[in-house]
């Protein structure tokens, strides 16, 4: 067992606040909040992070309430990331900060909504969900006086770009250098990513059982479910499917955790990282174990073949994709449909604007500006 890490343990390979590489725009100290806990608070107040109650990944908004939401989903990439930030003596502040920033740049309808602005974006410059955040922050969000997005630090920038194409990285100065180099992010970032992992495979699982749309039995195929259904059947019984179901859960959550946190911990034991730059030049520092890496990816490739391709939600998707292509058809062939505090931007950029207003829409907006401009009984 780990013993629970007291509050404020810092070690030296973590992201200190007071070493911060700065924000892009210089700013006043933001005391009495650390340099992270500022990030961390102007994503809480963005309307971004507000538009991720009504954005969704395999389930859309309203096939149910309890189903997960981009916003449920980044608070438990939020909660796993802090335990294990906390455990390993990492910035707890900037792990949550990633975590509750990392889908900011989502689209509606999940993974079908950025596929289809990517293939509607190829001729003018793709689309890409990580640098989609990234723009969230840097420059769509509108707020401050004295700037545009939310002046993020660095480390938090750095940590929200997950993933980038080394072209455009090219065109993104500090924050794209990595990709370039071949460098790894601050350990806050690369932890909060596998966060982001445990989060997503755990409540699949839930929601997938919630839906019907797969079994229990079924699931049993994936070794690491099995394994913890079996060891909560033999201790309880009795139980019924509800409590069975989130007991597993809870129990292959904390053995992913754990394991994470253990791999890391020897990695960084290896490599002797003395501060942020040398966990940057290491390779990458946090991970599983080569045993659970396999069953975490087996539980992935049940959930994609029998969730994610699950016809229901492949007949929710294809609606979704026309939905969407239809809009972004409609826009572009007619920028005088676009709302007028869009209409600026469309004169100069119009693929691009046209591609933010639609990354932005939560599903249910989608769904009602489709209606507003197809359905002639609807208000214009
Ligand atoms: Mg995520």
Same mark, same amino acid.
């Given at each position: 067992?780990?013993?629970?890490?007291?509050?404020?343990?810092?070690?030296?390979?973590?992201?200190?606040?007071?070493?911060?590489?700065?924000?892009?725009?210089?700013?006043?100290? /933001?005391?009495?909040?650390?340099?992270?806990?500022?990030?961390?608070?102007?994503?809480?107040?963005?309307?971004?992070?507000?538009?991720?109650?009504?954005?969704?990944?395999?389930? =859309?908004?309203?096939?149910?309430?309890?189903?997960?939401?981009?916003?449920?989903?980044?608070?438990?990439?939020?909660?796993?990331?802090?335990?294990?930030?906390?455990?390993?003596?990492?910035?707890?502040?900037?792990?949550?900060?990633?975590?509750? /920033?990392?889908?900011?740049?989502?689209?509606?309808?999940?993974?079908?909504?950025?596929?289809?602005?990517?293939?509607?974006?190829?001729?003018?410059?793709?689309?890409?969900?990580?640098?989609?955040?990234?723009?969230?922050?840097?420059?769509?969000?509108?707020?401050?006086?004295?700037?545009?997005?939310?002046?993020?630090?660095?480390?938090?920038?750095?940590?929200?770009?997950?993933?980038?194409?080394?072209?455009?990285?090219?065109?993104?100065?500090?924050?794209?250098?990595?990709?370039?180099?071949?460098?790894?992010?601050?350990?806050?970032?690369?932890?909060?990513?596998? /966060?982001?992992?445990?989060?997503?495979?755990?409540?699949?699982?839930?929601?997938?059982?919630?839906?019907?749309?797969?079994?229990?039995?079924?699931?049993?195929?994936?070794?690491?479910?099995?394994?913890?259904?079996?060891? =909560?059947?033999?201790?309880?019984?009795?139980?019924?499917?509800?409590?069975?179901?989130?007991?597993?859960?809870?129990?292959?959550?904390?053995?992913?955790?754990?394991?994470?946190?253990?791999?890391?911990?020897?990695?960084?034991?290896?490599?002797?990282?003395?501060?942020?730059?040398?966990?940057?030049?290491?390779?990458?520092?946090?991970?599983?174990?080569?045993?659970?890496?396999?069953?975490?990816?087996?539980?992935?490739?049940?959930?994609?073949?029998?969730?994610?391709?699950?016809?229901?939600?492949?007949?929710?998707?294809?609606?979704?994709?026309?939905?969407?292509?239809?809009?972004?058809?409609?826009?572009?062939?007619?920028?005088?449909?676009?709302?007028?505090?869009?209409?600026?931007?469309?004169?100069?950029?119009?693929?691009?604007?046209?591609?933010?207003?639609?990354?932005?829409?939560?599903?249910?907006?989608?769904?009602?500006?489709?209606?507003?401009?197809?359905?002639?009984?609807?208000?214009?």
């Amino acid at each position: 067992m780990l013993d629970p890490a007291p509050v404020s343990s810092l070690a030296a390979y973590a992201a200190h606040a007071s070493l911060t590489r700065g924000r892009r725009h210089a700013e006043p100290a /933001a005391t009495p909040r650390s340099e992270f806990q500022r990030d961390r608070d102007r994503i809480v107040h963005s309307t971004a992070f507000r538009r991720l109650e009504y954005k969704t990944q395999v389930f =859309v908004n309203h096939e149910g309430d309890l189903f997960r939401t981009r916003l449920t989903h980044s608070l438990e990439v939020a909660q796993i990331g802090r335990t294990c930030a906390r455990s390993l003596g990492l910035n707890e502040d900037l792990a949550e900060t990633i975590a509750l /920033a990392h889908d900011l740049g989502h689209t509606p309808f999940g993974h079908v909504g950025q596929d289809l602005l990517n293939e509607c974006m190829q001729e003018h410059g793709g689309f890409e969900h990580n640098l989609q955040s990234l723009r969230v922050v840097d420059e769509l969000e509108q707020k401050y006086a004295e700037f545009e997005g939310l002046n993020l630090t660095f480390e938090a920038r750095e940590g929200i770009l997950k993933h980038c194409s080394v072209k455009n990285a090219q065109q993104l100065g500090d924050v794209g250098e990595r990709f370039v180099a071949g460098r790894q992010p601050s350990l806050e970032a690369q932890i909060t990513n596998l /966060a982001d992992e445990i989060a997503y495979n755990n409540h699949d699982v839930d929601d997938g059982l919630r839906s019907g749309l797969i079994t229990l039995e079924q699931l049993r195929e994936a070794a690491i479910f099995a394994r913890h259904l079996d060891g =909560v059947r033999r201790l309880y019984p009795d139980l019924n499917d509800r409590r069975l179901i989130h007991e597993t859960i809870r129990r292959m959550i904390n053995t992913l955790v754990t394991d994470l946190i253990e791999e890391t911990r020897r990695n960084i034991a290896l490599h002797r990282p003395d501060g942020i730059d040398a966990v940057r030049a290491c390779p990458p520092l946090a991970a599983f174990s080569a045993e659970i890496r396999e069953e975490s990816l087996a539980l992935k490739r049940f959930l994609f073949q029998n969730l994610y391709r699950h016809y229901r939600v492949v007949r929710m998707s294809e609606k979704a994709r026309r939905l969407l292509r239809e809009l972004f058809v409609a826009f572009t062939s007619n920028p005088r449909l676009l709302p007028p505090e869009h209409r600026e931007r469309a004169a100069s950029d119009l693929h691009r604007t046209v591609c933010d207003y639609i990354a932005g829409m939560t599903d249910r907006y989608a769904i009602r500006e489709h209606r507003r401009i197809f359905d002639i009984e609807e208000l214009a």
